[in-house]
């Protein structure tokens, strides 16, 4: 299984722990996301053929590490983007794949995320930038998607970096997605003394 921003050591499962890496523990984030997995091949298909190459559909909390992020976004070359998401448990996904047979061809579901019964992120995926399908037709242009890829489809407004609400142990993190169900992850602190690599 690959994801857009790396370490496969960052896909965790539904009830597993968030856990909080030792070098950048104080601004982690939330992000809750519809994931579309890729069921065959895919190389430079139309927004047309797109949809046949879905398996199905999961839900994503793509885990931020925001001061990594915005580090690599202000040109520090010793930072990325894809470190910033890819720490060891930063991606849980499920908790089941939903087979697109299950949904409209306009993919239209309501999201939300909690942290702690509290609402973060409410909103339909009928209001991102991209669709399922352009989203698959744009990347298989660049690279072939192969079965069992995963693709995050971008989340709504909400997400603590804008309210500078971090993640913090303890916290329990619920995302949401109509007709798929619930993802749920507790956060954690790193064990004392580890260290994370990057």
Do not use: W
Not at 62 to 73: E, K, L, N, P, Y
């Amino acid at each position: 299984m690959r994801t857009g921003h790396g370490a496969g050591s960052a896909v965790t499962a539904p009830g597993d722990d968030i856990r909080l890496p030792a070098v950048a523990a104080d601004q982690v984030d939330y992000e809750g996301e519809v994931a579309v997995v890729i069921g065959r091949s895919a190389s430079a298909v139309s927004t047309a053929e797109a949809p046949s190459h879905i398996a199905g559909l999961t839900i994503a909390n793509d885990v931020s590490a925001r001061d990594i992020q915005q580090r690599a976004m202000s040109g520090d070359p010793t930072a990325s983007i894809g470190v910033a998401k890819s720490f060891d448990t930063f991606k849980p996904l499920g908790p089941c794949l939903v087979t697109t047979d299950e949904f409209t061809a306009a993919i239209d579901l309501r999201l939300r995320t909690l942290v702690n019964g509290d609402v973060r992120q409410d909103d339909r995926t009928s209001i991102f930038i991209h669709g399922v399908a352009d989203l698959i037709s744009y990347l298989s242009r660049y690279q072939t998607l192969e079965p069992g890829d995963v693709i995050l489809t971008g989340t709504p407004r909400g997400a603590g970096v804008f309210s500078g609400r971090r993640l913090r142990p303890g916290d329990v993190v619920e995302v949401e997605v109509e007709h798929i169900g619930t993802l749920r992850n507790r956060v954690r602190a790193a064990p004392e003394g580890a260290s994370s690599g990057t």
